[in-house]
């Protein structure tokens, strides 16, 4: 690293907190050393008292964009100049580019969560799609979804706080974009069922699977599933959820984790700030995913 780092050397920044634990650092220098490109990636703990200081100094030290996580990625919105679509219609920002002064902020949990399943095979376009959950994750992947041309987008949240936001993102998803938005409490599971059976992917974007509810699945009766149903987890620790155990113990093939999102999501932002692939087999290697 301080063989690459020279007067020239170029930044990307990550503000939030707590931040230490993030695996980000590592994805963006990692890919910086393996395509010899003259940038460095540092994490900053950054809450909401210091949020406005740090777009401030993103835009005097000429740093080339930023990643944002909570609890900045509604907060920092008004202090940008513009929205992307998708961070527009989601509320939210994970990623900031500096185009000379111009502050860019764009979501790419949900284009990272889309690319993950294309990698697959799975195209959301005119698919019908049971999305559970809407918070960061449910929200981003519902507006992505929606963007990217599916049939339908059938969103179950349970009774929380949450139910409001799902009700929020359906609610923009019809009036922003060709896709037919549902909301339905999720304890209606007769409605569950007859929704997952119409399905053609479904998308658990719930939590539920990973610590504390590391037991816990949103199936566990084999009827409301079929074989052919694609089945897309957002946690990807544990890698494989009670959720995803359940389903291809009943022959469900085409069922995935979060990894592949977390993945393209950093990759997504990579592209976006350097205009670059992120060499993604070699992020992979170095966090000892294969
Ligand atoms: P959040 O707290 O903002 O939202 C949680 C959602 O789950 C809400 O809609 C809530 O109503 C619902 N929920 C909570 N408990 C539930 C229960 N017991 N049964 C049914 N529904 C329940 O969380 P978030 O930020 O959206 O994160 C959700 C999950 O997605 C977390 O596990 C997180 O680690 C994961 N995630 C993964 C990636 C990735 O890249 N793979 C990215 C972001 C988040």
Redesign the pocket.
């Known amino acids: 690293m301080a063989e690459r780092l020279n007067g020239h050397t170029l930044l990307v920044s990550l503000i939030a907190t707590p931040i230490r634990h993030s695996l980000s650092p590592t994805m963006w220098n990692e890919s910086f050393a393996k395509n010899k490109m003259d940038y460095a990636y540092l994490a900053f703990e950054v809450g909401n008292e210091q949020l406005e200081d740090a777009v401030k100094g993103i835009r005097a030290l000429d740093i080339q964009g930023s990643n944002v996580s909570m609890p900045n990625k509604q907060k920092i919105i008004p202090l940008l100049d513009e929205l992307s679509p998708a961070a527009k219609l989601a509320g939210a920002v994970n990623t900031v580019v500096n185009q000379n002064g111009h502050l860019v902020g764009h979501v790419t949990?949900g284009t990272?969560?889309m690319r993950a399943l294309r990698e697959e095979g799975v195209d959301i376009k005119d698919k019908v799609v049971t999305l559970?959950?809407?918070?960061?994750?449910?929200?981003a992947i519902a507006i992505q979804a929606a963007l990217d041309g599916a049939k339908e987008i059938r969103i179950f949240?349970?009774d929380?706080?949450?139910?409001a936001?799902?009700e929020a993102n359906a609610q923009k998803i019809n009036e922003h974009t060709d896709t037919v938005a549902t909301v339905t409490p999720?304890e209606n599971q007769t409605a569950f069922k007859q929704s997952l059976s119409e399905s053609d992917v479904f998308i658990e974007?719930?939590?539920?699977g990973?610590h504390p509810?590391e037991n816990?699945s949103?199936i566990t009766d084999p009827s409301f599933i079929r074989e052919d149903l694609v089945v897309f987890d957002?946690?990807?620790s544990p890698a494989e959820t009670e959720l995803l155990k359940f389903v291809r113990e009943h022959g469900v093939k085409k069922a995935y984790n979060?990894?592949g999102?977390?993945l393209y999501?950093g990759a997504e932002a990579f592209k976006l700030i350097t205009g670059e692939e992120m060499p993604i087999a070699h992020v992979k290697e170095v966090l000892g995913l294969d």
């Open positions: 949990d990272g969560c559970t959950g809407a918070g960061g994750a449910g929200t949240n349970i929380d706080q949450h139910y936001t799902a999720l974007a719930t939590g539920v990973m509810l816990q949103l957002v946690v990807y979060g990894l999102m977390m999501q």
